[in-house]
């Protein structure tokens, strides 16, 4: 073997050397490539995977801000933006803080007679009390004022029913409909609550309140006489009351 054999099988072991460097580098690539293709295959298979894990169904409902089943089972929360309602730090006089809570919506049979079960037990009927205070947020008087007047009449109630006191009143004919003779009893203590008030120099909108409502005088002066005896000394806010104060 001469020199030019010797170099030129030199020269052939390098390119098998560097073949067989290329050939290791495509299978790591091809590897690799393989690996990324079967992950994005298993992202793939568990994102579209979206079936309740219940009753397998794909149709949901999207309510404060989660995501239920029509079977009613919640799934997390939704993927739109529900907004944030803060929590008003000055709830009114006619604010409710009862504790309640509320079925997700759904077309299952059963749930939806657990529902009307829920609601049913859970309902209050407002009373008598509530639908004078009720009258008191309506008359447009400040905060101060109905929350004063509407302390009153809870006061009072708590000594004696309101609702269960019977008066022989001229602005309740015979023939008045029921809801309309209750509604005016209603107005009547309310606008005597904020008299005593304007009694004790606490400007307010009695006399004004008494004509838009068609209250009687008699049967006005007669309940806020009532009342102011029933609370008497348990109120503070009537402490500089005036009882020389009469309606015009």
Do not use: W
């Given at each position: 073997m001469n020199f030019e054999d010797n170099r030129n099988n030199r020269d052939n072991n390098d390119n098998c050397t560097e073949n067989d460097s290329e050939n290791d580098i495509c299978s790591e690539i091809a590897k690799g490539n393989?690996?990324?293709?079967?992950?994005?295959?298993?992202?793939?298979?568990?994102?579209?995977?979206?079936?309740?894990?219940?009753?397998?169904?794909?149709e949901t409902e999207s309510v404060d801000g989660y995501e239920y089943c029509t079977c009613g089972l919640e799934l997390g929360p939704s993927d739109y933006d529900h907004g944030f309602v803060p929590t008003n730090p000055n709830p009114g006089a006619d604010a409710n803080d009862e504790l309640g809570t509320v079925m997700a919506p759904t077309v299952n049979p059963?749930?939806?007679?657990?529902?009307?079960?829920h609601r049913r037990e859970t309902y209050s009927r407002p009373g008598f009390v509530d639908g004078i205070?009720?009258?008191?947020?309506?008359?447009?008087?400040?905060?101060?004022?109905?929350?004063?007047?509407?302390?009153?009449?809870?006061?009072?109630?708590?000594?004696e029913s309101l609702g269960a006191k019977r008066h022989a009143l001229r602005g309740i004919p015979s023939d008045m409909p029921k809801d309309d003779a209750k509604q005016y009893k209603q107005r009547?203590?309310?606008?005597?609550?904020?008299?005593?008030?304007?009694?004790?120099?606490?400007?307010?909108?009695?006399?004004?309140?008494?004509?838009q409502w068609g209250l009687e005088k008699y049967d006005l002066l007669s309940v806020k006489k009532m009342l102011g005896i029933l609370v008497r000394g348990e109120v503070s806010s009537l402490s500089n009351r005036d009882h020389d104060a009469v309606l015009a």
């Open positions: 393989n690996d990324i293709c079967s992950d994005s295959e298993n992202d793939i298979c568990i994102d579209d995977n979206d079936n309740c894990p219940n009753c397998g169904s794909d059963t749930y939806r007679r657990l529902d009307r079960l205070i009720r009258e008191l947020v309506d008359s447009g008087e400040g905060r101060a004022i109905v929350q004063a007047a509407s302390e009153i009449i809870e006061k009072a109630n708590a000594k009547l203590y309310a606008a005597a609550a904020l008299y005593l008030l304007y009694q004790s120099r606490q400007n307010n909108r009695a006399r004004i309140l008494m004509q």
